[in-house]
């Protein structure tokens, strides 16, 4: 009975310092993924200037690999909201909303497959997965959230947007082809893209993490 009524606070401050650690992880890689937002570039062969790559999802896929897909989600928010404070909305939160939901659809999926086993294979197969939520994700969030909400903010028609498709793909005349064949391609590209640095860096990061 002794070595119980010892035991259950050291326990209980064992649990309290690793929650403070993990909560202390997810701020870092939040703050990290934020910065990252930053530094953006177009694909200008895939889609028009207004879409932008960075690799904001790297330090969020590498803490939902560490820690799981629901501090993958929790990242993935933090720094949504970080991002909020630096540069204000113009959609009424509509965009952040959006890049909230394309990015757990990559994470989420990713660090679920890579928990139940972690090795080489079901970080691949969470990957590709993960992309492929993303892509699908982005293409009818665009198509039915996104385009519209950033064409009634700015002033601009759609008709401006498929054309500015067009210019890259003859193909793209409407606004299902324009998600199709931009929006989608290039988001394939950006997740294909942040896997393989994801890849690259995870047990380097991942083993800071643990120390």
């Known amino acids: 009975m002794k070595t119980n009524t010892m035991s259950n606070p050291q326990n209980q401050a064992t649990q309290g310092a690793a929650k403070t650690r993990k909560l202390v992880q997810i701020a870092m890689l939040a703050g990290l993924a934020a910065v990252l937002m930053l530094f953006e570039f177009p694909l200008p062969f895939l889609a028009p200037g207004f879409y932008e790559l960075d690799f904001s999802e790297v330090p969020v896929l590498i803490g939902s690999f560490a820690m799981g897909p629901l501090a993958g989600a929790c990242i993935e928010l933090v720094k949504i909201l970080i991002n909020l404070v630096l540069n204000g909305t113009d959609t009424m939160f509509v965009g952040e909303l959006a890049n909230l939901i394309m990015g757990c659809a990559l994470v989420v999926p990713a660090g679920y497959i890579y928990k139940r086993n ?20 982005a293409t009818f969030l665009n198509a039915y959230v996104l385009l519209p909400a950033y064409g009634k903010a700015f002033g601009m028609s759609i008709d401006v947007i498929i054309g500015a498709g067009a210019a890259i793909n003859g193909a793209i005349d409407s606004l299902f082809k324009f998600c199709l064949l931009a929006v989608a391609p290039f988001n394939l590209i950006k997740g294909v893209m942040v896997s393989v640095v994801t890849l690259l860096l995870y047990k380097h990061i991942s083993g800071l993490l643990k120390n």
Do not use: E
Not at 119 to 136: E, I, P, Q, S, Y
């Open 118 to 137: 972690k090795n080489r294979k079901n970080a691949f197969l969470g990957l590709a997965l993960g992309t492929v939520f993303m892509t699908v994700a």
